[in-house]
C-alpha cells in the first residue's frame, strides 16, 4: 500500500481545511473540533472521520458541481489524496464498523435511488426511467457486502494457516454513460466492503447524476461514522482524467467499465486491471423451447432499459422449424416486425457507417438508447404506441446481428438447426466471453452452448437479466469482468489473497 510523504499530508489537510471555509477541521458524525495534523503525523494517527471537506449541506438535484463537497474535487490528484486518507481511517475501522458503513450506503440509496434514476435517465437521454429504476434497486439490494470475504483455514501437525482477503488500497474506477448511477452504487459497495476506497473518473455525458450519487454515498458513510472522502470523484471528468487516474502512482488497482477503448487503456496502463467490457449476447432459441416463454423473456431482456446494457439480448438465432411461431409469439408480446424495405430505411438511420457482411459496423450515438417509437418514427411509422421492442428478419452475415446496437432493434436469424444456431452465436458474441441465452428443454444441446459460448453469463431459459440477479437467483453486479476473468464482480475481485501463518501452534484437529 503506498504511504503518503508528510509533504502530501500537509498538502491535502491544508486543501481540505480550506474547502471547509477555513474552518478547523471537524471529526465526521462526532462534531467534535480537530486541529489540522502536523505535518509528519503518521497516517494511523490522522482521526478515523478524516477531515471535512466542505459543508455536509443538502444539495439540490439541480444543484452545479462544485468540485471540493462530500468527495468530489477538482482534480485527479485531489481526489486520489483524500481518497487515500480516508482508506488509512478505514483500515483502522472495525469489520463491525465496516458493515455499518455499507448498511448506511444501501439504506440512504434505497430512499434516493428513484431519484437518481431520473436524474440519470434525463441527464443522458439513454434507457427508460422505470428500468433505471430497478437497476438501482438491484444493485443496492443485492451487491454482497463485507460478509462475502470468507476467510479459509488449513490446520495440521504444523499449525494453522488462515487465508485472508485484504484490500488493495485506493481503487480507480471508471463508469460508463449506460448505468451511471447503478455501477457507482456497485462499485462502491463492492469496493468499501473489501475494505478500500475510491476514486471515480465517470463518464462525461453523465456528470450531475454520478456527482449526486458520489455525494449521497459520503453522506451515508459520514453518518455511520465512517471517513470523509471514502468515495471521491473528478468534479469535470474527461478521457485526460481518466488516463491521469489510471496512471496515478497513488492507485492501486484500477476498475473499469465500458467499451473497448477503456478496457484496451486500462490493460496497457501497466496497473493491474479489472475490466469489464463490451459483450453482443446471442440468444439461441431450438425447436424444444417453449416459444411463448422466450418470446416473454427475449422482449423483457433485449428491450429492458432499451437495450443499453451489456448483457441484453443483442441477436437471435432460432431454428427454421420455429421461427414464424417466434416471431408471432415477440409479436403478441407487444413487438413490432419491420418488413424487407421498413429494414433497408432503419439500416440507414442506425448505422453511421455500414461496414457490410459480418462486420462490426458504426451505430449512429442520436439513437443509442432510444425509445423504439422514436426510432420507428425516423423511418415514417407512427401512432404505434410504447413499442418495447423493434424485430427485423435479417439473414445471418447482416451488420446488425455483428455489432453491439445498444438499441431496442433485435436481428432475428432463421438456421437450419441447433448446431448451426449454437455454432453462429458463438462467432457472434466476437470471443468476447460476456454474456448469452438460450431457450431450449434439449439438455444436450444446453450443455453444448454453455461450453462453446464459454460466457461469464449463460442464462437459460429467461431473459440474460436473470443473470444479473433480476428475477434470477444469485448476487448483482454491474462490473462484469470478462476479459480479465472476475465475471460478475464482488468484495473478493477487489481484495488481495493474504496467507497468516502460525506454525506449530493452534492446530484445530
Ligand atoms: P465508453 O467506453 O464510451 O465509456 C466508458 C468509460 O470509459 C467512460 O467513463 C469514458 O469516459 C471512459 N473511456 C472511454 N475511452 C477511454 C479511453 N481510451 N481512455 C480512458 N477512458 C476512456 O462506454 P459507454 O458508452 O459509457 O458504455 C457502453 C459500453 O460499455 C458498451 O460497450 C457496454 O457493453 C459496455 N459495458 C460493459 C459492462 C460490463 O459489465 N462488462 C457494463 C456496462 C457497460
Redesign the pocket.
Known amino acids: 500500500m503506498r504511504r503518503l510523504t508528510d509533504e502530501q499530508v500537509d498538502r491535502i489537510a491544508r486543501m481540505l481545511a480550506q474547502q471547509a471555509g477555513g474552518q478547523p477541521a471537524a471529526m465526521a458524525g462526532a462534531g467534535a473540533v480537530l486541529p489540522r495534523p502536523a505535518a509528519g503525523t503518521p497516517l494511523r494517527n490522522l482521526p478515523a472521520g478524516g477531515y471535512v471537506a466542505a459543508p455536509v449541506a443538502a444539495h439540490p438535484a439541480t444543484a452545479p458541481i462544485v468540485p471540493g463537497g462530500d468527495g468530489v474535487f477538482s482534480t485527479v490528484d485531489e481526489c486520489v489524496m483524500a481518497a487515500t486518507i480516508a482508506f488509512h481511517a478505514l483500515s483502522e475501522a472495525t469489520l463491525a464498523q465496516r458493515h455499518e458503513i455499507v448498511a448506511a450506503i444501501r439504506e440512504s440509496l434505497l430512499r434516493e435511488g428513484d431519484r437518481l434514476a431520473k436524474m440519470a435517465w434525463e441527464e443522458t437521454g439513454l434507457g427508460r426511467y422505470e428500468h433505471k429504476r430497478i437497476k438501482n434497486r438491484l444493485v443496492t439490494e443485492k451487491t454482497p457486502g463485507p460478509e462475502s470475504l470468507i476467510p479459509q483455514t488449513t490446520t495440521g501437525d504444523h499449525g494453522l494457516t488462515l487465508m485472508e482477503w485484504a484490500p488493495f488500497g485506493v481503487i480507480g474506477a471508471?463508469?460508463?454513460?449506460?448505468?451511471p448511477t447503478s455501477?457507482i452504487i456497485c462499485n462502491t459497495i463492492g469496493m468499501v466492503s473489501a475494505g478500500n476506497s475510491v476514486a471515480f473518473?465517470?463518464?462525461?455525458?453523465a456528470v450531475q447524476c454520478s456527482m449526486e450519487t458520489v455525494r449521497l454515498i459520503n453522506r451515508a458513510v459520514v453518518s455511520a461514522g465512517g471517513p470523509q472522502n471514502l468515495v471521491t470523484a473528478v468534479g469535470r471528468?474527461t478521457?485526460e482524467s481518466?488516463?491521469e487516474l489510471?496512471h496515478h502512482d497513488g492507485i492501486n488497482l484500477l476498475v473499469?467499465?465500458?467499451?473497448?477503448?477503456?478496457v484496451?487503456?486500462a490493460m496497457q496502463s501497466g496497473k493491474r486491471s479489472v475490466s469489464?467490457?463490451?459483450?453482443n449476447p446471442p440468444a439461441v432459441v431450438d425447436e424444444t423451447a417453449d416459444i411463448a416463454k422466450a418470446a416473454k423473456d427475449l422482449v423483457y431482456g433485449a428491450g429492458f432499459d432499451n437495450n443499453?446494457?451489456?448483457v441484453d439480448e443483442k441477436e437471435v438465432f432460432v431454428v427454421a422449424e420455429v421461427a414464424d411461431s417466434l416471431i408471432t409469439a415477440l409479436r403478441r408480446e407487444g413487438a413490432y416486425l419491420v418488413d424487407q424495405a421498413q429494414m433497408r430505411r432503419l439500416e440507414k438511420e442506425i448505422f453511421s457507417e455500414n461496414r457490410g457482411p459480418r462486420a462490426h459496423s458504426v451505430i449512429n450515438k442520436e439513437l443509442v438508447g432510444k425509445d423504439a417509437a422514436v426510432i420507428l418514427e425516423r423511418i415514417g411509422v407512427t401512432g404505434v404506441g410504447d413499442v418495447p421492442l423493434i424485430i427485423a428478419e435479417v439473414p445471418e452475415d447482416h451488420p446488425l446481428v455483428w455489432t453491439?446496437q445498444?438499441m431496442p432493434v433485435l436481428p432475428i436469424v432463421r438456421v437450419a438447426d441447433v448446431h448451426r444456431a449454437i455454432d453462429l452465436a458463438r462467432e457472434a458474441e466476437h470471443g468476447f466471453g460476456?454474456s448469452a441465452s438460450m431457450h431450449s428443454r434439449n439438455i444436450d444441446a444446453l450443455s453444448r452452448m454453455a461450453r462453446v459460448a464459454n460466457t461469464s453469463i449463460f442464462v437459460k431459459n429467461g431473459p440474460i437479466v436473470a443473470g444479473l440477479g433480476a428475477g434470477g437467483e444469485g448476487h448483482t453486479?454491474?462490473?462484469?469482468?470478462?476479459p480479465t476473468g472476475e465475471g460478475l464482480t464482488y468484495p473478493v475481485s477487489f481484495s488481495r489473497r493474504r496467507r497468516c501463518v502460525m506454525v506449530d501452534h493452534f492446530r484445530i484437529v
Open positions: 471508471i463508469t460508463p454513460t449506460t448505468n455501477t473518473n465517470v463518464h462525461p455525458g471528468p478521457i481518466a488516463g489510471m473499469v467499465t465500458g467499451g473497448p477503448g477503456v484496451k487503456a469489464a467490457g463490451p459483450g443499453i446494457i451489456c453491439e445498444l460476456h453486479s454491474f462490473t462484469i469482468a470478462s
